[in-house]
């Protein structure tokens, strides 16, 4: 049993192996939060945790003598106008004008599994099994409103969903004019807030900062969940690291514009709030509607930040992902942007895809430029029909082509756009977002064409669907390359604008939810000008994302490694690119481009046909390892070692979840004269087995030359694998020499440790 009701039937005790989450009704009917942490006992009641005192000038919410006073209280998802003066979970708008809602406790239902929640997508259980969900049921009678709010504790996962979700009964039409997926008041605030922010091409930074009085916000009012800042927020203690303490996370299964607030009160406590961003937002309800918020994912580790990002990481990986796919070997592709961008034939992409067959690539990826007039950036947008002059068999011929070869083959498309030099946009120019008589902003010449609408999401549909019905297509590359500025649906209400933004992304789930149906085989990447759109929202429906257009291999380290904290690698688009890099100019050496690309969907991005003939069997090398690890590298649970974020290095592993296997990767920035040895610490192993221990390192043969003292020596040393059990490796630290990263020949070098258990 995971939820415990105690004998008044007023207090709730969500509870697995992991965390403790309790609240319980208020006097005044309203739902307060008693705990959230480490797991503790049931028992009769919690109202000890209950504080109440004399709080000066505040005003009392209770009816008299009562001195329960809102402003204080740790409320469970708290509204506006009660005498608590923090920011609240939602509001709403009434006819007469007034914005006070009082939503008291009537009755709760549990129930084994987890509703769904469709038309958004939401996190899943296989079986009913698998957890059990809290609904409580509240009213307010001036407005003749319920609403519910929904508590999902999985049994085996340190995670719980939440969500609301309002109805109208009956009376008069009310707006909601803020509904956030959740609020979670803390008792104090020694906190640290972790953030992943950025911008294209330096997606999700890792931000760190101390908590203060006051409102410190992550959010994106972009219609999108942003290369700037990522929906996902971790508040964790500043004792806490790696490998211990504790920690909180946030995340949505959302991917337009957000909202994660984290808000500290002068008296020192903490209210978390994360959903839809507020701006821009209305939802105006008649009588017999409802309004269901996003999900909100809760996740809790006693067990640092490592313990944190496997708990997201184990429940994106089984309960996010879903489809064939989800336990699918992810295919090694080929995709032919860096190659080429818009200006290729037949010939070119065929010649690129003979060569990628031939040193064991799995999958070719034709991206951008392939359909109407499409030739650059300007036009074409909308039109989804191949362009013959440049493939005069369409996509059908080489596709066919292809896959005769031996490759599977796979398409790029970006569905929600539009150029306005397009036969779509000529046919149809209202199906943009934009304001009447305004200024209508492009982003790369283009426009967000107006997913609120149903007949829109039909016309892309069924063009993109024929596309992929003609052809022999196995993979999609979803990509969306602007925000959305002026939004507005000209195929709404006035006094429905506000539904706009919501309305659109439904409409983008609406349109992945009737291919990813027909298409059940097709695994889809989403993308969005790198990557712009990483969430859990497009994660429910393409399993992995195109991390970033930034291929850099030192870059990459750092765009990888906080990403990782929200994500899984198995999400992490990941290609070896060519140099000098398209993004940063840098040289960085073939092995650590593929060294920081296992660590995700691997791939290329770039023509072999350039490579030389030695770079080309590195390549084959390279292709082969991957497919000997890929089970383990997207599948095994990953810890962060050294962070990029702060200094030369950058250190992780993944350990197969019998801990039978590992596979660890170090890089280093810049070599540095005489700098001696290091000892790499590594995590995850078990401390009991033994563990032969191989070093693959690329070494360039320019350095085995006899002016470097000890070499041979070194080099031997390289061929010899050494047995030590995972407590040595853990804690004693595996030595390295230095000089493994002189005698690559330049800096930005790594190397891998390949851990296999042997007793
Ligand atoms: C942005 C993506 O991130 C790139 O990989 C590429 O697909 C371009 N768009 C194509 O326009």
Not at 411 to 429: C, F, G, Q, T
Not at 477 to 484: A, E, F, L, Q, T
Not at 609 to 614: P, V
Not at 642 to 670: H, M, R
Request: glycine share 8%.
């Amino acid at each position: 049993m995971l939820i415990s009701v105690s004998p008044n039937a007023e207090t709730f005790h969500l509870r697995n192996r992991f965390f403790s989450y309790i609240m319980t009704v208020m006097e005044n009917g309203q739902m307060e939060n008693l705990y959230f942490g480490k797991a503790v006992h049931e028992r009769p009641s919690f109202a000890y945790l209950h504080e109440e005192g004399l709080h000066g000038m505040s005003a009392f919410n209770a009816p008299e003598p009562s001195r329960l006073c809102l402003s204080f209280a740790r409320q469970e998802y708290p509204s506006y106008g009660t005498s608590d003066f923090r920011c609240p979970a939602f509001e709403i708008e009434q006819r007469n004008g007034s914005r006070i809602s009082a939503f008291k406790f009537r009755s709760y239902e549990i129930i084994p599994g987890k509703p769904s929640l469709a038309p958004l997508p939401a996190a899943t259980m296989e079986s009913d099994a698998e957890g059990e969900t809290l609904i409580l049921k509240l009213a307010d009678d001036a407005t003749d409103m319920t609403l519910y709010l929904f508590y999902t504790i999985y049994a085996d996962l340190p995670i719980l969903t939440r969500s609301a979700k309002f109805e109208l009964n009956g009376g008069t039409p009310v707006t909601l004019t803020r509904a956030l997926s959740m609020s979670l008041d803390l008792p104090d605030m020694a906190y640290e807030m972790m953030t992943f922010t950025g911008a294209w091409g330096r997606e999700r930074s890792v931000r760190t900062r101390k908590l203060d009085h006051g409102v410190q916000a992550n959010f994106s009012m972009r219609g999108s969940s942003s290369a700037e800042m990522n929906p996902f927020f971790i508040l964790k203690r500043p004792e806490t690291t790696e490998h211990q303490g504790e920690a909180l996370g946030f995340n949505i299964v959302y991917s337009g514009s957000h909202l994660g607030q984290v808000e500290c009160t002068s008296d020192g406590t903490t209210r978390v709030l994360t959903g839809i961003h507020p701006d821009n937002f209305s939802w105006r309800l008649t009588p017999g509607e409802s309004f269901q918020t996003p999900e909100a994912i809760l996740g809790y580790s006693g067990d640092g930040l490592n313990g944190l990002s496997r708990a997201f990481h184990d429940l994106i990986r089984t309960r996010i992902v879903r489809g064939v796919w989800r336990d699918r070997p992810r295919p090694i592709l080929i995709n032919n942007w860096e190659a080429t961008g818009m200006n290729f034939d037949e010939a070119l992409i065929l010649k690129i895809a003979e060569k990628a067959k031939d040193v064991g690539v799995e999958l070719f990826v034709l991206d951008d430029g392939w359909f109407g007039a499409r030739n650059d950036e300007h036009a074409g947008l909308g039109d989804w029909v191949a362009n013959t002059d440049k493939l005069p068999g369409g996509i059908k011929g080489l596709s066919e082509k292809i896959e005769a070869m031996g490759l599977k083959f796979g398409l790029w498309i970006e569905p929600e756009m539009v150029n306005k030099d397009s036969d779509l946009y000529r046919a149809h120019p209202d199906w943009i977002l934009s304001a009447p008589n305004r200024f209508q902003s492009h982003g790369r010449f283009q426009y967000v064409l107006d997913f609120s609408r149903k007949e829109v999401v039909d016309q892309v549909h069924s063009q993109i669907a024929k596309v992929i019905r003609e052809a022999k297509i196995s993979y999609i590359k979803w990509d969306s390359n602007r925000y959305i500025t002026e939004c507005y649906s000209n195929g709404s209400a006035p006094e429905d604008q506000g539904k706009t933004f919501h309305k659109h992304i439904l409409g983008i789930y609406d349109l992945y939810t009737r291919l990813t149906a027909e298409f059940p085989e097709i695994l889809f990447e989403s993308c969005s000008s790198g990557g712009a759109r990483y969430d859990l929202g497009m994660l429910c429906f393409a399993p992995q994302t195109w991390t970033s257009d930034n291929t850099d291999g030192y870059e990459r380290q750092r765009i990888q490694y906080g990403t990782s904290y929200g994500y899984p690698l198995s999400s992490i688009g990941a290609h070896v690119s060519a140099v000098p890099n398209h993004q940063t100019g840098r040289l960085v050496p073939l092995s650590t481009r593929a060294n920081v690309a296992y660590f995700g969907t691997f791939g290329y991005e770039l023509d072999l046909n350039r490579l030389s003939a030695d770079e080309i069997e590195k390549v084959k090398d390279q292709v082969k390892f991957m497919k000997a690890n890929r089970e383990l590298i997207h599948r095994g649970d990953f810890y962060r070692l050294i962070s990029p974020f702060e200094g030369n290095e950058t250190g992780w592993i993944v350990v197969g979840k019998d801990k039978k296997k590992a596979l660890a990767g170090f890089y280093q920035c810049l070599n540095n004269a005489n700098a001696g040895w290091l000892r790499f610490r590594l995590a995850g192993l078990d401390p009991n087995r033994k563990y032969r221990v191989a070093l693959r390192v690329d070494v360039d043969p320019r350095y085995l030359a006899p002016f470097i003292p000890g070499l041979d020596r070194l080099l031997a040393t390289l061929n010899q694998s050494a047995e030590l059990y995972g407590d040595e490796l853990m804690y004693a630290g595996l030595p390295l020499n230095r000089m493994l990263f002189v005698i690559q020949g330049c800096d930005f070098t790594s190397l891998l440790i390949e851990l296999e258990a042997i007793e």
